[in-house]
């Protein structure tokens, strides 16, 4: 459904993006995962067509993404990293605002907003002005804002940096309700187990480039199930496919260790020596 050709972005001198090519499907759930600075919100940015590439396409069921074309756009729901709520508006009427701006007609605005004021647990806010509400009741409305029109697409960029792990876990369920009827999900994050717990495909960005793109359960799979956990020096690591391989090894080393599940992060780690975070 969404496909990026070989999008390069430069910002002068720097490439913010490099020959990044990534192709979702109708219905997926996907998450681009990276370090800030890895060129997620820029390669979010040109998906929405608020920033043009340098260089490759993105596509939407084989349509260039364009800013003057409103058919493509009303089936796309975006959520920005920064809040776009305004702050004297109360929490219906900002749903009605985005009704409006949206040309849903009044009956079927008022039948949506209830639905989805329901799924974010804002009924008892509904009177209450954004500005008061707090960041994690912010996030949901933003999110719910965004589904107003019931688009086919929910693009989300970082949709839960700086709320509580409860605020965290009501806007999971919440996106997952709303996947769950076969809409396509894009979000960029930089938490590890946001992209493990929610996303069935996972594409690792690194200084503008793909590091990995699969889901989560292969790309663990290839590196090894199994992760030894130890210090020499500095912190190292050893990955193994079987429980027992890891145990044979780790019996050898003289300092402490750990043995535990391998994750998104070691496979980032393994693949650039650096962190998600």
């Avoid at 590439?53 to 920005?80: C, E, F, Q, W």
């Avoid at 804002?145 to 697409?153: D, K």
């Avoid at 019996?251 to 650039?272: C, K, M, N, P, Q």
Wanted: net charge positive; hydrophobic share 40%; with cysteine.
């Amino acid at each position: 459904m969404i496909s990026c050709i070989e999008v390069d972005k430069l910002f002068g001198r720097r490439k913010a993006l490099d020959c990044v090519s990534v192709h979702v499907p109708r219905g997926e759930f996907f998450a681009l995962l990276g370090p800030n600075g890895a060129g997620k919100t820029t390669l979010l940015r040109i998906l929405m067509s608020l920033m043009r590439a340098t260089k490759g396409n993105v596509l939407i069921d084989g349509r260039p993404v364009s800013r003057d074309d409103m058919a493509l756009k009303r089936r796309i729901g975006y959520v920005p990293q920064r809040s776009n709520l305004d702050k004297a508006l109360t929490v219906k009427e900002t749903m009605r605002f985005s009704a409006s701006l949206y040309g849903v007609p009044p009956v079927k605005a008022n039948e949506r907003i209830d639905k989805l004021i329901d799924m974010a647990h804002l009924r008892d806010h509904c009177a209450t002005v954004t500005q008061r509400l707090s960041g994690g009741m912010k996030r949901k409305l933003m999110v719910i804002q965004a589904l107003i029109h019931e688009p086919e697409v929910l693009v989300l960029d970082e949709p839960t940096v700086g709320i509580d792990v409860g605020d965290r876990r009501a806007l999971w369920d919440l996106l997952r309700s709303y996947h769950q009827r076969g809409n396509t999900i894009c979000l960029t994050t930089h938490y590890i187990e946001e992209a493990e717990a929610l996303a069935h495909q996972v594409c690792l960005l690194d200084q503008g480039r793909v590091v990995e793109d699969d889901n989560p359960s292969s790309l663990i799979r290839k590196l090894g199930v199994v992760t030894v956990e130890y210090y020499d020096q500095t912190s190292q690591y050893r990955h193994f496919a079987v429980r027992n391989d890891a145990e044979v090894f780790a019996d050898g080393l003289t300092g402490d260790y750990s043995i535990r599940a391998t994750t998104l992060e070691d496979v980032f780690f393994a693949r650039t020596k650096r962190r998600v975070a």
